[in-house]
């Protein structure tokens, strides 16, 4: 039987901010990276975020990133594999007092934005995270892209670890994700990021923004949470993958 993971990320409202759609996207994801405090979030969306999850059966993460608040976390910042390490077992620290307190457990740790994207491509970045978080917590999963250094990193860190897939972002004929800042590098066709998640889950490939097909083997898809139509699309996806006989569940289940 085929399973699958559908991770978003929530919790990355700030004050009287609101940012996505989490209370009505919750109910069809099965893993949720929650924001903690340094891109987006503060400590009351954090505890709102957990209690949400927690309310309907949702798998909890910490979204780790660059100290960025202005730039919502997507700006690259010229930080050591020491500080990186740091800022990550902090912030993990912050959302695992806020589970304690609600008494439920974290399953794993993903980065976020610009801290992602360097970590994809920079092995001493990727082992930083890695080395934080099983130094806080061995049981914990990182959350690697793809056949990315990052998942060599887990490896040689002795971290556990799932590969990740994006069903909404457009990847590279390298296998990487396109920047953000380029044209289609987010997808919003509903139909067409159903399909994309259908062959990455069936098929374990995904077609790169150039047309060349990519081989790709993940326990865990990403819808952003942030993106337009977001909560049309995860319902989509669910539709699609049930049609299919495929089970959704959170991969520490």
Known sequence: MLTIDLNSDMGESFGVYTLGCDADAMPYVTSANIACGF??????NMVKTVRLAKKHGVAIGAHPSFPDLVGFGRRAMAASPEEIKAD?????????????????KMQHVKAHGALYNVAEKDPAVAAAIAEAVKAVDPSLYVVCL?????????????????EE????????????????????????????????????????????????????????ICVH???????????????????????VKAFGA
């Open 39 to 44: 891109h987006a979030s503060d400590p009351s």
């Open 88 to 104: 990550v077992m902090y912030q993990i620290g912050a959302l695992w007092a806020i589970c304690q307190a609600e008494g439920v």
């Open 146 to 162: 793809a056949n990315s250094p990052m998942v060599a990193a887990a490896q040689k860190v002795g971290a556990r670890y799932v």
């Open 165 to 220: 897939a994006f069903a909404d972002r457009a990847y590279t004929s390298q296998g990487t994700l396109v920047p953000r800042k380029q044209a289609g590098s987010v997808i919003h066709d509903v139909q067409a990021v159903a399909d994309r998640v259908l062959s990455m889950v069936k098929n374990k490939c995904v077609t790169s923004i150039d047309g060349t097909v990519i081989p790709i083997s993940a326990q865990t």
């Open 225 to 247: 949470g942030d993106t337009p139509g977001a909560v049309e699309m995860i319902k989509t996806i669910r539709a699609r993958l049930a049609a299919e006989n495929i089970t």
